[in-house]
């Protein structure tokens, strides 16, 4: 009998399935924020707890955020091998691989959210822990601004994944417009900063790698709502208009 289809193995498949999904839960869902332990809520949290390090001033909680980064290093690995394990026993074809990949480049996606979280918390450390000039609260406001906007991306992000739902999914690919133009916002209203006081040139230049990266959160959420998109309905809505992609969730479903 083929392998795919013995009762038994469908369903041990199924659980190997299930448990590279919950790597992706481990990375990013919205689990209990007060447990540094647990690893289910470890992509959103590491984004909450790098800008508070900011907001704080506190570059010794930022050097946890920092070494927490390994936590979701080793889910990233951990899921590899996973795949690459459940590919070689079984042997997916046609939609198992797709979602087995789909769900691979989701991880990717919360590993490189990890990545951004930790390049905000050294900022923290270099305005803080240096014994240098610190910014002043006002030229930080966007970055809390920005921060809030990519946070309720993420979110939601990965409440689309947990439900499979296309809606929310179309909902984060919908927003990262409007995080981009609060990224620009953000970069005039420094360029103000800069020209009322030149003294202000190098925490400019510092606050905007912390844009940056938030920017790019909001991008991996925008992402992964794709890839939520393309697990529903196996439509690849990567480089496509928004209005495009209304129409081919709306025409697959």
């Known amino acids: 009998m083929n392998e795919m289809t ?4 469908v369903k041990a498949y199924s659980e190997e399935l299930d448990r590279i999904n ?31 390090t900011i907001k704080d001033e506190d570059p010794k909680e930022a050097g946890l955020v920092i070494d927490r980064d390994r936590e979701l290093n080793d889910i990233d690995v951990k899921a590899d091998e ?3 394990l459940l590919i070689a026993k079984r042997q997916p074809v046609a939609k198992d691989l797709r979602d087995i990949l789909t769900v691979q480049k ?7 959210v990890g990545d ?13 822990g240096n014994g240098q000039s610190q910014p002043s609260r006002e030229i930080l406001r966007d970055i809390y601004e920005m921060a809030s906007f990519a946070d309720e991306m993420l979110a939601m992000s990965m409440r689309a994944f947990n439900e499979l739902d296309t809606k929310i999914a179309l909902g984060v690919i919908g927003q990262d ?10 970069l005039r209203r420094l360029s103000t900063f800069i020209m009322e006081d030149s003294r202000s040139v190098g925490h400019a230049v510092d606050i905007v790698l912390a844009l940056r990266a938030l920017e790019r959160i909001g991008g991996h959420a925008k992402n992964i709502g794709g890839h939520v998109i393309f697990l529903v309905t196996g439509k690849d809505v990567r480089h496509e208009d928004l209005s495009v992609i209304y129409s081919e969730v709306e025409n697959s479903l």
């Open 106 to 112: 989701v991880i990717t996606d919360l590993e490189r």
């Open 177 to 186: 417009q409007s995080l981009y133009e609060e990224f620009r916002g953000a």
């Open 116 to 128: 951004e979280a930790r390049k905000i918390a050294n900022l923290t450390i270099h305005f803080y």
């Open 22 to 52: 919950q790597l992706v839960v481990d990375l990013g869902d919205l689990g209990d924020l007060g447990d540094l332990g647990d690893l289910g809520d470890l992509g959103l949290d590491q984004l909450r707890r790098a800008v508070k």
């Open 6 to 9: 013995d009762g038994h193995i």
């Open 82 to 84: 996973e795949i690459i």
